[in-house]
Each structure stands twice: as structure tokens, then as C-alpha cells.
């Protein structure tokens, strides 16, 4: 019964290839982020999908594309994989657009890690 | 501009003894504050959330913490660990409405020595 999934759990890959992350949610919630995580520890927000419509594109590098095919699901990928890009990845899920953390629902995290 | 400043990365306490995480923030408005806890490959759990009410606000599974303004802290407290507690936590403080206005500290690994 899990709300909020992710895959996979862990991402191990060369620099230079391209990857995606999964993410599901079965909590029937309209909106859906992709935060990062990065090696000092710092959550920061990339993407907010409502209703399968972008609504916050934070200043990432348009290698990082997300695509929600319905509003279970925002999926990560990233072409060009660089070094930096290493860390955990969240998803999270609200039922409204407020953005709102203490509304939102996480996953448990997908660590990237690229050599 | 909000920002938020957990003190220490790591603090080891007894089994049964008081837990203190230090928190402070900077933000320009009044500002929501939570506290979070991150499990080993789980995902972030809200532990409680300040948002202008009681400044002292009391969470799960024992933890509370307290909005201090004139110090600009909002310290999580439990009065005795208990080693399910051993987790990483995390300070945030909302600036405004839109995920993109979270600010998260770095956290806090909290260590429970039996």
C-alpha cells in the first residue's frame, strides 16, 4: 500500500548516458514535485506538475526533463549524465497546488550516483 | 530572502535521555516552520509545523519544538530518546505559498547510543 514509489531505489551509471527515474503515487493527488537532494544535504525543489501541467521549473539544465504521462505518475529523465547530477532524487505528492510541504507526500528517495 | 541554519550535523544522545536539534531561520514575512525526519531509505515524515498558532507546538511521537522570534529559533525537543528516534532531521521554513519558496536545512543526523 505503498502512497508515493519510486524507481529505481538506487542508480549507479557512466557519465555521458541518459537515465530516468520513475515515480507513482496511488494516492489520487493532483499535483506532484522532483526535488534534489545534493551531496551537503540540501533539498531543493526542480519540478511541480499539476493535473499533468508544469507549474514550477526551477532553474535546472534542460537536461532534466520531466514527463507526466497521467497524474499518478511524473517521471525524471536526464540526458548527458554529469557528474554533478549525482544525488538523491524525492518525489512527492499533494493534493493541492498551494505547495504546501507539510501537504505533501514523499518517496523514499533514488540515489544517483554517476562516475 | 529566507534561509535556514541547522547548527549541528550530527548529535549522539543515551537511550532515555533529552534530544535538542537546533534550528534557526531568517525570512522576511512570518514564516511557517517544520520539522521533518528522514528514516534510512524512507522518505521525509513530518514530525510538526509551526504556522503563526501556539509557539509551542507539539508533534509525534513525542517531539516539540519551540518558535522563538526574538531569537529566531524553532529548536526540536524530546524529552527522552528512545532509539526508534536515530533518523536524520530536517529544519524547513516556507517563505511564502509554492514549493518554491521551501528553504531546508542541511540536518541533523541524530544518533541513539543504547
Known amino acids: 500500500d505503498t502512497a508515493v514509489s519510486q524507481t529505481p531505489k538506487y542508480l549507479v551509471t557512466q557519465m555521458g548516458n541518459d537515465k530516468s527515474i520513475k515515480c507513482e503515487q496511488n494516492l489520487g493527488h493532483d499535483t506532484m514535485y522532483w526535488y534534489k537532494q545534493d551531496s551537503k544535504k540540501f533539498l531543493k525543489i526542480m519540478f511541480s506538475?499539476?493535473?499533468?501541467?508544469?507549474?514550477i521549473n526551477e532553474t535546472v539544465p534542460n537536461r532534466f526533463s520531466p514527463k507526466s504521462p497521467d497524474k499518478a505518475h511524473l517521471n525524471l529523465h536526464i540526458n548527458s549524465l554529469e557528474l554533478g547530477d549525482s544525488a538523491v532524487y524525492f518525489c512527492?505528492?499533494?493534493?493541492?497546488?498551494?505547495?504546501?510541504?507539510?501537504?505533501?507526500?514523499f518517496g523514499p528517495g533514488t540515489r544517483l550516483t554517476v562516475l | 530572502a529566507q534561509s535556514v541554519t541547522q547548527l549541528d550535523s550530527h548529535v549522539s544522545v543515551s537511550e532515555g535521555t533529552p534530544v535538542l536539534l537546533r534550528c534557526n531561520y531568517s525570512?522576511?514575512?512570518?514564516?511557517?516552520l517544520f520539522w521533518y525526519v528522514q528514516h534510512p531509505n524512507k522518505g521525509l515524515q513530518l514530525l510538526l509545523k509551526?504556522?503563526?498558532?501556539?509557539?509551542l507546538v507539539k508533534g509525534i511521537n513525542g517531539f516539540e519544538a519551540e518558535f522563538k522570534k526574538s531569537e529566531t529559533s524553532f529548536h526540536l525537543t524530546k524529552p527522552s530518546a528512545h532509539m526508534s528516534d536515530a533518523a536524520e532531521y530536517f529544519c524547513?521554513?516556507?517563505?511564502?505559498?509554492?514549493?518554491?519558496?521551501?528553504?531546508f536545512g542541511t540536518g541533523t543526523r541524530l544518533t541513539v547510543i543504547p
Open positions: 509551526y504556522t503563526s498558532a501556539a509557539t
Open positions: 512527492a505528492s499533494s493534493q493541492d497546488s498551494s505547495g504546501s510541504i507539510d501537504t505533501q507526500y
Open positions: 524547513v521554513v516556507s517563505g511564502g505559498p509554492g514549493a518554491n519558496n521551501l528553504f
Open positions: 506538475y499539476n493535473n499533468k501541467e508544469l507549474i
Open positions: 525570512s522576511s514575512y512570518s514564516p511557517s
